[in-house]
């Protein structure tokens, strides 16, 4: 199915990094839309400001920026990618329990949250 020097493995990684990033990403917008009241705003500061210049910049923050550990399993087979800051076993670990923290807050929160 893929052809040329393409592999299956080469593909792997860096969809792995995108789909457990995206996975952290969306369990922190949604623990967030429920314990703030604009979530919007602080979803696009964090993004802007934290991940786009202060963790992008910052060897020490990008240990608290969801994308790095996204980044690091891209690294993983693509050499052309930026240098990862922790192994893609540990990546892989911090973004899975990140979003499932993240999801149990989450949970939590709309358990104790009265609906319509």
Not at 34 to 55: F, K, N
Not at 94 to 101: E, K, P, S, W, Y
């Amino acid at each position: 199915m893929l052809g040329g020097a393409t592999r299956a493995a080469l593909v792997l990684w860096p969809l792995l990094g995108v789909g457990l990033a995206a996975l952290a990403y969306c369990a922190a917008a949604a623990g967030l839309s429920l314990r703030t009241r604009r979530p919007v705003v602080i979803g696009v500061l964090y993004i802007l400001l934290w991940e786009g210049s202060i963790a992008t910049f910052a060897a020490s923050a990008a240990k608290l920026s969801i994308s790095a550990y996204g980044r690091a399993l891209v690294a993983q087979r693509l050499p052309q990618a930026a240098a990862p800051v922790v192994g893609p076993a540990t990546a892989v670990a911090v973004l899975a329990g990140f979003t499932v923290i993240a999801c149990w807050f989450g949970g939590r929160a709309l358990s104790r949250t009265e609906l319509p």
